[in-house]
Structure formats: structure tokens, C-alpha cells
């Protein structure tokens, strides 16, 4: 079974400009959730989508929004880019939230705005 | 406000001996939690999880302590090989926030030969 993947792996943005990045999940899986991960921190919420609708929130600026597909795959979108922005984002699918039900993360997508 | 702490960001550990790594979390309605392993460029990997109705659960090298009343929880390895250098995350849910994971910031683990 294919995993979770991301693309692209690395991406390198001016401050100003959007990023659009995207994931495939685990055939199967309808929850897919975003992180945004930078040095010395855990891992940041961002949003989780089932079912083509977004289910919860982390608290990011709107200019974070996101999209999941019909076919579970999921976009995440960065408008406007600010130098913090830098960080790793990972996508990580599971068949839903709840107990028991682990999260697969994909590798990531290495942003960094100049 | 942090719900879960990971209170040491790294450990360096002997080959072949315990390594236990700790979590504290303040909420008492977290009900569900799990250990992630993350390697550097890769994403986190599932590794051993516990529901608040156990105190402990074992996989292998790994084992997971739940004390509730401390709101702690710790993972163990045992004995530690060189792989297990890595990150290692601490995450709880609540059935009552639709089981979204609250994360700790890491603990490196250094095992050294």
C-alpha cells in the first residue's frame, strides 16, 4: 500500500508570493490533516479535512486555507508569504479521528521564503 | 496555553540501556496517547499508543507508562539500539475534540555506542 505523499519535497518562495502544495493520501483514508513544523517546535495544527469539508481548525492567519478533493486528496495553500513561514508542512492521513486510529504523515514539503 | 510538555529537548543515552522519555500534559480530558518517532526529512511514524483506561501497554522494546493522577506518561526502550536516534513526539486526544491530537515540541534521544 502506498503511502502518504507530498509534493513537491522542497520549495523555495519569494515574501510577497503564494505556494500551493499538495497531498495524496493512503488509499482509503477520508481525514487528512495539515502541520506546519519549525525548529524547536512541536508540531502546529493546521487544519484536518473528511469528506471534502474542514472539520477543524488550528489558529492560523487566513492566509493558511486549505481543500480536500473527492478523491480524499488534499491542497493546502500559503497566500502572501512572510519570512516565518519557513517551516516543514506534513500532511498526515488516517481512515478518521478517533481512538486508535494513527495518523500516517507523508515527508513533507520543505518551504523556504527568501 | 501548552497542553502537552515535552520538558527535555534532548537525552543522550548508552547503547543498550533504558532510555525513558517523559510527557506531562494539564488536560484531564485527554482520554488517548500516542508516541511518533521522526527522523530527520521524513515525517513522524507511528509508534505505541495508550487509552486512559490502561497504565500501561507494551510493544516489544517499547512500553508506554499512563499515570493519570500525575497526568504524566512516559516511554521506554529497552534495550536502546543506535536506531532509535530520533525525535520523539508525545500526542494526546479527547474524545470530546473530535480526537484532534494535541502535540508536545520533541524529545531528541542521542544513543551512544
Known amino acids: 500500500k502506498a503511502g502518504v505523499t507530498q509534493t513537491p519535497r522542497y520549495l523555495i518562495k519569494t515574501r510577497g508570493q503564494q505556494v500551493t502544495l499538495s497531498c495524496s493520501p493512503i488509499?482509503?483514508?477520508?481525514?487528512v490533516s495539515w502541520y506546519q513544523q519549525t525548529p524547536g517546535q512541536g508540531l502546529q495544527f493546521l487544519f484536518e479535512?473528511?469528506?471534502?469539508?474542514?472539520?477543524n481548525k488550528g489558529n492560523f492567519p487566513g492566509r493558511f486555507s486549505g481543500r480536500q478533493f473527492s478523491n480524499s486528496r488534499s491542497e493546502m495553500n500559503v497566500s502572501t508569504l512572510e519570512l516565518g513561514d519557513s517551516a516543514l508542512y506534513l500532511c498526515?492521513?488516517?481512515?478518521?479521528?478517533?481512538?486508535?486510529?494513527?495518523?500516517?504523515f507523508g515527508n513533507g514539503t520543505r518551504l523556504t521564503v527568501t | 496555553d501548552q497542553q502537552v510538555k515535552q520538558n527535555s529537548p534532548s537525552l543522550s543515552v548508552q547503547e543498550g540501556r533504558i532510555s525513558i522519555l517523559n510527557c506531562d500534559y494539564t488536560?484531564?480530558?485527554?482520554?488517548?496517547f500516542l508516541w511518533y518517532k521522526k527522523y530527520p526529512a521524513e515525517g513522524p511514524t507511528f509508534l505505541i499508543s495508550i487509552s486512559s483506561i490502561k497504565d500501561k501497554n507494551e510493544d516489544g522494546r517499547f512500553t508506554v507508562f499512563l499515570n493519570k493522577s500525575a497526568k504524566h506518561l512516559s516511554l521506554h526502550i529497552v534495550p536502546s539500539q543506535p536506531g532509535d536516534s530520533a525525535v520523539y513526539f508525545c500526542a494526546a486526544s479527547a474524545s470530546d475534540s473530535n480526537y484532534q491530537l494535541i502535540w508536545g515540541a520533541g524529545t531528541k534521544l542521542i544513543i551512544k555506542p
Open positions: 488509499s482509503g483514508h477520508r481525514s
Open positions: 479535512y473528511f469528506s471534502e469539508t474542514q472539520r
Open positions: 488536560n484531564s480530558m485527554f482520554d488517548y
Open positions: 498526515a492521513s488516517s481512515l478518521d479521528l478517533f481512538a486508535g486510529s494513527p495518523l500516517h
